[in-house]
């Protein structure tokens, strides 16, 4: 798959999140020049990076490592980590549930897919299919409140 950054890139602060095998989860990145630059030892997360007094500047600024070219990584991750998304055209619910298994996999998406196999398995439903308000999102919250989620 071919990765292709905007046209705009040279004039952009463009940020992400990469898995790293080498650190055992999730990396923040800095695209510059093509390259993926990894700078999280300034921002251990995308949630502190956006909280910066000026992101785009900061994340300028951060030194990192370098990853190398962009089309080179096949291991991208959403952009987002811990901040609250609603997604548009996606219920809430199943925006909020994604979220939290995410989180709970930190990064890892066999284990994303084995968190929504384990509560699937124990709610009897399909996450994908669950209403809001309805008996299986009743025992999809049960078992996320008996989890701690």
Not at 126 to 144: N, Q, T
């Amino acid at each position: 798959m071919s990765i292709r950054p905007p046209e705009d890139a040279d004039r952009a602060a463009l940020a992400g999140r990469v898995w790293r095998d080498d650190a055992g989860g999730p990396s923040v990145v800095a695209l510059r020049e093509g390259r993926l630059v990894d700078v999280t030892r300034s921002f251990p997360t995308m949630t502190d990076l956006l909280a910066a007094d000026d992101p785009a500047a900061a994340l300028r600024a951060a030194p990192g490592e370098n990853l190398g070219p962009l089309d080179a990584r096949d291991s991208l991750l959403a952009p987002v980590d811990l901040q609250a998304v609603k997604a548009c055209g996606v219920p809430f619910a199943a925006s909020m549930l994604e979220r939290v298994i995410e989180e709970q996999a930190r990064g890892d998406p066999a284990a994303a897919e084995g968190i929504r196999g384990v509560l699937a398995k124990e709610i009897g439903a399909d996450l994908a299919s669950i209403a809001p308000g309805s008996a299986e999102a009743m025992r999809l919250k049960e078992a996320l409140v008996a989890r701690g989620l």
